[in-house]
């Protein structure tokens, strides 16, 4: 019997998935054919053929979608007549091993595929919000936490963007193999509706359909009293680890059909939802995960990332506000790990079989002792040349000589969750790190080579805006460490889980969540939709979210001062990028140069900018901004000429391009780097290879070649 494995859309394929390369090992393991399928990068590239692209253009010239602003869809429409173009060299330049470093072309690669899902989202029958980052696939009008509506939606099949790509290929691909089991892995909230309408499609071929991953495992409850929802999506549902269960379960279809007997797994029984005994796996015993299959030169990236694992669960496992306790609860130990030497055996044969040299671990939360094992056990192999990211906490672990260690292991970047920079509301979450201890941890991570991500929140529990505002001068007062490009960090608002401590605690918080947030069929938080009774409101910490992102985008301007990061911030793309750019200067800004910097730089209008005659005037537009200015200024600013910061704005000042005299020049910056941010002008330094300007051709029109 063949099992079929499939992961559906939709993510940011930026790599391959653990969860079922490590089910496709076991089950090779015991000789069952085995058979991967990643059909979210598939459905990707086929909604972004040229073909579909041209599609949906026709369609969408044809019938003007509502819930668009005008703006917005007459941009989409203009740049759209080149992405037939433009989107396979967006492809390219991803996967490019020179061009996916260059941090414009990579951002306006990013952009092309976007405005594709766009215009795909839009020209379908029902309105779908596809994106990349931040990762999103929403159907208008539906809740994704309501079973009706999943009932709805995955029968519709104009709300499917996948609908044209499943129907001709995939689909009559999976039944040619006749597996006796397909599985799907649900990991994201995004992959709800996709994942359930693929499902349903699977089975209406008369396939035997299971779902896993970790989104469905939060419902066990729940999904014990819907015995409609198996009716409609899966024959089971494999909860928590599925490593031995699907061993059990093959066997099981394979003679006998005695559900109860396979471990993690809820069927239907007698009209009844059942669920098998729990098991939890000996780390230790598992095999290399086995990525054959999974088309590793189709992510968007130019090298394999390819994800690992030491251990399951979290050491500390106590933090209030976070659900992985809930769901490691399944075992008695709060973190199962795996020997350091099985981890470098794991990593080096993942080398050797895939020829790939950059890894993401993928714990929650990486041990500082491990991770000295860890690089204990990869020393001998240096010459091998592997680069790594993980998560890690804010510990004093972290010593000098570790961190050095860890340099000299690969460690590319590390990223700590600091959560606040203020003791009594770390307390509060029982954080159990002190802030004392932060800045000599970053500290030894930068002199040690070792780049880093801080996640901060704002807006907790009782929090209040003096604790808030505590987070923000941790930014002000560290900015010596933290600022580097390939640094990152984000201040987020807080958003309730359900399983956590803080919402099994919500009255004696203060909290108040209205019941219709919580009456729903598969709830994992509730956002903005509840009320700090004691502490700050909603609309505050949007407010403090707004005004400290501006804020940090001012301390950190010369390489911070945009919407995303320039040095791409997640965990894929920054470890290729630290690899890439260790040794090397990174000469890419996100502001002009100091007047007294001797470094000349060109700066350019952004390939991707729509630029259309306003009478006398230019008017140039980026997907967020439109300015209008004369010819000259025009000529001027995006010359991409070789300049130096004080004769270029003395240029601009006599052009009178906002104001007169030295008064004009913090004015003029602030114009300029305004223009920056909105990915209207790119800033680079002028040894930047000579394609910085080519772009993708998309869009562009310069006032004489109208
Ligand atoms: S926030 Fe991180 S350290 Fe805290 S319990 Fe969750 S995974 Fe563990």
Partial sequence: ?????????????????????????????????????????????????????????????????????????????????????????????????????????????????????????????????????????????????????????????????????????????????????????????????????????????????????????????????????????????????????????????????????????????????????????????????????????????????????????????????????????????????????????????????????????????????????????????????????????LEPGFTVSLCEKLSRMGMRKLFFGLESGDQATLDHMAKGIRIEHVRPVLQHCRDAGILFHIFSIIGFPEETERSARNTLRFFEDNADIINHPGNSFDIHPFGLELRTEYFANAAHLGVEIPQAAIDKDFVIGVRLDWSNTRGLAGEDVIRLVGEYGAALRRIYSRFHNAELHLWPGFEEFAVLYADHYAGRDFPFRTTLPDDDDPSPFSLAWCPDVLVDHDGPRIRVSSRSKVVTLSECAYRLLGSGQPRLAREFLAECIALNLSGTGEEARPRLRRMIDELIRANLLQIALIDQPSRVRQGLGGGVCTPTER
């Fill in 1 to 393: 019997m063949q099992a079929t494995l499939i992961f559906p859309p939709a993510t940011d394929p930026r790599a391959p998935h653990l969860g079922l390369p490590y089910l496709a090992a076991v089950l090779r393991g015991a000789g069952i054919p085995t058979r991967l399928i990643d059909a979210d990068i598939g459905g990707l590239t086929a909604l972004l053929r040229p073909d579909a692209v041209a599609a949906n253009l026709k369609t969408l010239e044809r019938h003007r979608p509502g819930g668009m602003d005008a703006a917005s869809l007459s941009g989409l429409l203009r740049r759209g007549e080149a992405l037939t173009e433009s989107i396979p060299r967006a492809f390219a330049i991803l996967r490019d091993p020179i061009d996916f470093f260059d941090a414009h072309l990579f951002r306006e690669a990013r952009a092309t595929l976007q405005d594709g899902l766009d215009l795909a989202g839009a020209a379908a029958g029902r309105p779908v919000h596809y994106s990349l980052c931040p990762i999103r696939y929403d159907v208008d009008g539906i809740d994704e936490q309501s079973l009706p509506d999943l009932i709805a939606v995955t029968a519709d099949r104009h709300s499917n963007l996948f609908d044209r790509f499943w129907e001709t290929e995939l689909l009559p691909s999976i039944a040619a193999d006749q597996p006796g089991l397909v599985g799907i892995s649900i990991v994201n909230r995004q992959q709800i509706i996709p994942g359930l309408t693929l499902a349903r499609r699977l089975r209406e071929r008369g396939l035997f359909v299971v779902l896993g991953g970790t989104v469905f495992s939060k419902f066990v409850t729940k999904l014990m009293q819907l015995p409609e929802f198996f009716a409609h999506f899966a024959d089971g549902v494999m909860v928590y680890e599925g490593e031995t269960a699907i061993l059990e379960l093959v066997a099981q279809l394979e003679a006998g059909r005695d559900f109860s007997r396979v471990p993690n797994f809820l069927h239907v029984h007698a009209g009844r939802v059942r669920l098998g005994r729990t098991h939890v796996e000996d780390i230790d015993r598992l095999p290399v995960p086995d990525f054959s299959d999974f088309p590793l030169q189709d992510y968007l990236t130019p090298a394999p990332v390819l994800p690992i694992l030491t251990g399951k669960g979290c050491y500390f496992n106590e933090c209030k506000f976070c659900d992985i306790p809930f769901i490691n609860s399944v075992s008695k130990k709060r973190y199962r790990v795996r020997s350091p030497e099985k981890i470098a055996q794991d990593i080096l044969a993942l080398n050797e079989r895939f020829d790939c040299h950059h890894f993401e671990i993928t714990d929650e939360a990486l041990p500082p002792r491990l991770l000295d094992r860890l690089a204990d056990a990869l020393a001998p192999h240096a010459a091998r040349r592997l680069s790594f990211t993980g998560y890690a906490r």
